[in-house]
C-alpha cells in the first residue's frame, strides 16, 4: 500500500514551458486535491475532485488545469510556467466515512521555474 | 470568503516547555483537521474534530474544539525534539482552507 505517489520529485522548467504532474493514490478514495506551498506559507488549494469524473476550483486556479483520469490518478497541468508557480506541490486524497475525514498528502514536487 | 488565521506564527520552546497554537475561523466549521509538517517533508493528519467543546487527546497532544465551532487549539504538554514542525489546522471537508501554520522550535 504506497498511499499517495508522486512524480516527479524535482522539476526545472524555463518559463513558457509546459508539464504535467501526476499523481497516484490506492486507498480507493474518491477526492483527490492539489496544493501548493510557498515558502515560510500554508498550503493552498488549487484544485479539487471530489469523485471521479469531477473537478473544481480551488483558491489559486489560475495557470494550472486538471484531469481526473479515474479513481487512481489525478494531474496537474502548468501550459506555460511562470516564475510565480516555483512552488512545492502536494497531491493528497481523503475518505469520509460518516463524519470521520482523514487527508493522505503525497511527498511534493518540488518546481522551481527560471 | 471563509478565513483560517493561526497564531501564533512562530513559537520556540526549550524542551519540556508546553506549546499552544490557536486556529481562528471567521465562519462557523463542520468541521476542523490538525496536521503536523516535518521540516521538508509532507503534512500528516493527526485529528479531526466535530462536535462543538470536543477534547481529544494524543499522548503530549490535547486538541479542542470552541463551543461555537470557530475555534480550535493544540496543546502540546513538556514538548521533546520530536514535536519540531509546523502545526496547520484546516476546516471543511472539499473545499479546504488552510491555516498558515504555526511553525514550533524545539531546543534542548
Known amino acids: 500500500n504506497a498511499g499517495v505517489t508522486q512524480t516527479p520529485k524535482f522539476q526545472v522548467l524555463k518559463t513558457g514551458q509546459s508539464m504535467t504532474l501526476q499523481c497516484a493514490q490506492d486507498?480507493?478514495?474518491?477526492?483527490m486535491y492539489w496544493y501548493r506551498q510557498d515558502p515560510g506559507m500554508g498550503l493552498r488549494l488549487i484544485y479539487y475532485?471530489?469523485?471521479?469524473?469531477?473537478?473544481d476550483k480551488g483558491e489559486v486556479p489560475n495557470g494550472y488545469n486538471v484531469s481526473r483520469l479515474n479513481k487512481r490518478e489525478f494531474s496537474l497541468r502548468l501550459e506555460s510556467a511562470a516564475p510565480s508557480q516555483t512552488s512545492v506541490y502536494f497531491c493528497?486524497?481523503?475518505?469520509?466515512?460518516?463524519?470521520?475525514?482523514?487527508?493522505?498528502f503525497g511527498p511534493g514536487t518540488r518546481l522551481t521555474v527560471l | 470568503g471563509q478565513q483560517v488565521m493561526q497564531i501564533p506564527q512562530y513559537q520556540h520552546v526549550q524542551e519540556g516547555e508546553d506549546f499552544t497554537t490557536y486556529c481562528n475561523s471567521s465562519?462557523?466549521?463542520?468541521?476542523i483537521q490538525w496536521y503536523k509538517q516535518r521540516p521538508g517533508g509532507h503534512p500528516v493528519f493527526l485529528i479531526q474534530?466535530?462536535?462543538?467543546?470536543e477534547v481529544k487527546k494524543q499522548k503530549r497532544l490535547t486538541f479542542q474544539f470552541g463551543e461555537a465551532k470557530k475555534n480550535s487549539s493544540l496543546h502540546i504538554t513538556a514538548t521533546q525534539t520530536t514535536d519540531v514542525g509546523t502545526y496547520f489546522c484546516?476546516?471543511?471537508?472539499?473545499?479546504?482552507?488552510f491555516g498558515a501554520g504555526t511553525r514550533l522550535a524545539v531546543h534542548p
Open positions: 486507498m480507493n478514495h474518491n477526492s
Open positions: 465562519t462557523t466549521l463542520s468541521n
Open positions: 474534530l466535530v462536535k462543538s467543546g
Open positions: 493528497a486524497s481523503s475518505e469520509l466515512r460518516g463524519s470521520q475525514f482523514t487527508q493522505y
Open positions: 484546516n476546516g471543511g471537508y472539499n473545499k479546504l482552507i
Open positions: 475532485s471530489a469523485s471521479e469524473g469531477t473537478t
